[in-house]
């Protein structure tokens, strides 16, 4: 049964039959033969340029659609180095200033005030050196075990989502099986009917030759009858 330029002339027209909200393909393709026969292909190529050529888009497909929002997830620092990027200016060289412990100014080497400043500011170095020791003794100590359990939780996400998607897979095959097994005792119930069909038109093809042929014999006596008289 040949049914697949049929069916996408009638798609491709817009003649598809709707019931109740659905539209009913008469396609059988578990069943169907054909497909692959000489000039199948080209017609159904041919009903779809032909489609195309004569449909003409007229608005926006995605209108309905809200508009994306490109920069919702940058930040400041990203928008600043993104426009950085765009106007091509070198890259901002670490400052190191902060790490530096400078001494007072030449014209306040006797300024008490000014050393006092100085003196502050080491301490201030000191201790941030002093945290980031601590944190390395930390991620030392720690880390290594933090970063196990993050492996141990990706582990298990992704176990999860490939669970997720054998289930969907076996979802998938049973539904083409459950298709292939309908279409297959569709196609047998339609061969019958089809050959059902066929025998009744020569059963009645059969019956119509012997009801002329009837005909003729009771011409043919009518006419000896007359004869007769």
């Not at 330029?5 to 393709?29: F, H, R, S």
């Not at 950085?84 to 030449?106: F, G, I, T, V």
């Not at 201790?127 to 970063?147: K, P, T, V």
């Not at 047998?188 to 069909?197: A, G, P, Q, V, Y």
Request: net charge negative; aromatic share 8%; proline share 3%.
């Amino acid at each position: 049964m040949l049914l697949l330029v049929i069916v996408m002339k009638q798609y491709y027209n817009g003649c598809t039959t709707k019931m109740a909200g659905e539209v009913v393909v008469d396609a059988l393709p578990y069943f169907d033969q054909g497909y692959d026969e000489t000039g199948v292909r080209d017609a159904a190529l041919a009903l779809v340029e032909e489609e195309t050529r004569r449909y003409r888009p007229t608005k926006n497909y995605l209108e309905y659609l809200p508009s994306a929002q490109y920069t919702q997830f940058e930040t400041e620092i990203m928008k600043t180095e993104f426009e950085r990027l765009q106007s091509r200016l070198p890259m901002d060289m670490m400052n190191m200033k902060r790490y530096e412990l400078p001494q007072p100014a030449a014209g306040k080497m006797t300024d008490v005030s000014a050393w006092n400043e100085c003196v502050e500011n080491s301490q201030a170095q000191l201790e941030h050196q002093a945290l980031r020791i601590l944190n390395l003794d930390l991620l030392q100590e720690y880390g290594g075990n933090a970063w196990k359990s993050y492996n141990e939780t990706l582990v298990k996400m992704m176990e999860q989502a490939q669970k997720q998607l054998a289930e969907l897979k076996k979802k998938i095959q049973e539904i083409n099986w459950q298709r292939k097994n309908e279409q297959t005792e569709a196609g047998s119930k339609l061969k019958d009917l089809e050959n059902s069909w066929v025998g009744l038109v020569s059963k009645n093809y059969e019956i119509e030759r012997a009801c002329v042929e009837m005909e003729k014999e009771l011409a043919e006596l009518e006419k000896q009858k007359k004869t007769k008289r």
